[in-house]
């Protein structure tokens, strides 16, 4: 009999959020029998650490389904842009193609968009309202042959 464990204390949302520009990605490394991923970059300079304020403004999403021409995966990453940088930081995610690096709540850390599908930013600009928090809402999506890299630990190198 198969079982299902229920845990108690699993908490959503996205705690931390970093921006791989993919014109500064040399290679993606897995190590096959640990399955570890490691990013090789050519510099660290152009990575955007994203300010995640609040666990319930970011979310990760990645949806499979079956089509003609096999499995896919969309993959979006939402969140809100904040502060007196926020138009300027939109701009940048607005104009480049990304790979994400991004972890949960629970410590788990997936890698989204690849060097040959990256992920690409849409936007949705307005000022707010008094109930509502005045930011920028951004979603990086992409479609991809296969699904985010899970990892451990340290991924980034030089």
Known sequence: MKTVDLIFDNIGGIRALYLLPKSDVQRIDT?????????????RVNIIKVEVSDNDTFLFREDMSIEDGG?????????LVQGRLASA??????????LAVHQ???GKILL???I?????C????SSGSTTT??????TLQATEAEPSKECEGEIIED
Do not use: C, H
């Open 31 to 43: 190590n096959v029998a640990s399955e570890q991923v490691i990013v090789v970059m050519r510099t």
């Open 71 to 79: 499995i896919q995966y969309s993959v979006a990453i939402s969140g």
């Open 89 to 98: 930081l939109v701009r940048e995610m607005e104009r480049g193609e990304w």
């Open 104 to 106: 949960d709540a629970n």
């Open 112 to 114: 989204s968009g690849t």
């Open 116 to 120: 040959d599908l990256p992920l690409r």
């Open 122 to 125: 849409v936007t949705q600009k």
């Open 133 to 138: 928090k005045n930011g920028v809402p951004f």
